[in-house]
């Protein structure tokens, strides 16, 4: 830690969030900038530019801020975050008042006499994205500082556009004022914990590294469930759905990590290189394949939400099934479920090793249980494996046990939240935890002949209860296949 503080301390830095006001601004970015600045690990020299539409003077929005990231038992640390806060109106679709952002800028620079790392904050809404890049473009902020030449970093969050074509449409954009390397796609699952464990689970542990394939491994679930319905999101999630919210960026992501080969050096260029090959891989569905692989519901009441069409056919769950063409996975399926209004807000990988009927045990052993491997992001952080071990007692009987890995029981160092990691990883310059373009273009070619038949009504669309883990074709598609969803959840991390 001493060594991060200090090679952070060191790199002076301009920090402009644009949509400062909106919830990504008050649930995530303003919390962890107040952790990151009271661990030490904000620059020394830093300016943190909020700016939004809203009318508020620089003592009124850091009034606000107060109250977001609940500083009243943390009195020296809120001064001393409070001071790198200012405050401006602008509106940065319409290219409103950048000027004067650009006049913060430059006398930020000349009072600290340093030529600072800007960083801009895209946190605003994706219908009005390209407007305000062009925006940047005109008002010469993409330029940086130009006295030494140092050009700024610019953050974006999903959705990367809404198919492929769109995608890059908002790439071209970008690439008119900003170099691959300046851009960091957000994608916060990639700053949890467990994402980040799984390649040290995978390439640095020797019991593990040969299994890791279609030998040993039946296939691999991947799960992301959310108890909330569409909540005030309703106008953008009906154009949208889970299948292009979710599956094209968090499950493809996680897919990738839990596939890729080991990369030659643990930097951003290798990892984003072994990522982008599986995603590259994967079987685009046919037509035909697309009835037979896939699974759309919309849970009960989803039709009455606010700013939701009553005649809605958008669906708020999404199950697909892949399988990727490379010589390490051939023959794996991969069983991918996300969805609103579910029995819990729930994050897992789990790897199902294939039950080799062990000859020995066949008496001893009624229903002999497969080997599995649970990666678990959310509710709590962990990792689990199932074995088979001999009850306790005078006879032998087998029977499947738990061993489990929960960080918060593991460690006295408290957990980053994801965000945190990110931010930190932007004013670095570390690219390993985001995507790049290629990786997002490749995503929608999977997700955009799945969508085209789904526009077209097929398969039927589902509806499923609140609470459940889904429609029950859910369940069929994977039973057809000899197979069963597994629990998604470990039993000691939720203690």
């Avoid at 109106?89 to 008042?97: F, H």
């Avoid at 985001?434 to 589902?462: C, M, T, Y």
Wanted: charge should be positive; aromatic fraction near 10%; glycine fraction near 4%.
């Amino acid at each position: 830690m001493p060594e991060l503080q200090e090679n952070i301390r060191n790199l002076p830095t301009a920090l402009i969030i644009f949509g400062a006001t909106g919830d990504l601004s008050r649930k995530r970015i303003f919390p962890s900038l107040f952790r990151l600045n009271n661990a030490g690990l904000l620059p020394e020299i830093i300016k943190i530019i909020a700016t939004a539409r809203s009318k508020h003077s620089p003592e009124e929005f850091r009034d606000i801020v107060k109250g977001i990231v609940n500083a009243k038992n943390e009195v020296h640390h809120w001064e001393n975050f409070s001071k790198k806060i200012d405050y401006i109106s602008a509106d940065v679709a319409e290219n409103l008042n950048l000027k004067e952002i650009s006049k913060i800028l430059e006398e930020f620079e000349e009072n600290s006499k340093t030529c600072a790392k800007r960083i801009f904050y895209m946190a605003i809404a994706p219908d009005i994205f390209q407007k305000s890049v062009e925006s940047l473009g005109k008002s010469k902020l993409y330029l940086g500082c130009q006295k030494h030449n140092n050009k700024p970093r610019i953050i974006i969050e999903k959705p990367f556009g809404y198919d492929l074509a769109s995608a890059r449409t908002l790439a071209n954009s970008l690439s008119k004022f900003f170099k691959e390397e300046q851009i960091y796609r957000m994608d916060h699952y990639l700053g949890k914990e467990t994402a980040q464990n799984i390649f040290a689970l995978r390439f640095g542990n020797e019991i593990f590294k040969p299994i890791w394939n279609k030998d040993y491994i039946d296939h691999i679930q991947i799960t992301t469930a959310e108890e909330i319905g569409v909540e005030k999101r309703g106008a953008f999630y009906d154009k949208v759905g889970t299948l292009r919210d979710f599956t094209q960026s968090h499950l493809l992501q996680l897919l990738s990590l839990v596939t890729a080969e080991e990369p030659e050096k643990f930097e951003a260029k290798y990892i984003r290189q072994k990522k982008l090959a599986m995603i590259s891989s994967i079987k685009k569905l046919r037509e035909e394949e697309v009835t037979k692989f896939t699974v759309r519901g919309q849970y009960e009441g989803y039709l009455k939400e606010e700013n939701v069409n009553p005649n809605s056919q958008t669906e708020s769950y999404a199950q697909v099934k892949l399988f990727i063409d490379h010589p390490t996975w051939q023959g794996v399926p991969f069983y991918l479920r996300t969805g609103k209004k579910l029995q819990g807000k729930v994050t897992s990988i789990i790897l199902e090793l294939r039950e080799k009927k062990h000859k020995i045990f066949e008496n001893f052993w009624q229903n002999p249980t497969p080997n599995h491997i649970t990666i678990q992001m959310q509710p709590t952080e962990g990792i689990g494996v199932r074995l088979a071990a001999k009850k306790p007692g005078l006879t032998t009987q087998l029977e499947p046990v738990d061993m489990e890995f929960c960080y918060k029981t593991s460690s006295d160092i408290p957990k980053p939240d994801a965000y945190e990691r990110l931010l930190l990883d932007i004013i670095l310059d570390d690219q390993s935890l985001f995507i790049s373009q290629d990786e997002v273009e490749e995503s929608w070619k999977v997700i955009d002949p799945i969508r085209k038949v789904w526009d077209h009504g097929k398969p039927k669309l589902e509806t499923y209860k609140p609470g459940s883990w889904g429609p029950e074709a859910a369940d069929k598609l994977v039973e057809k296949d000899g197979r069963r969803w597994l629990a998604p959840i470990l039993t000691i991390c939720k203690i």
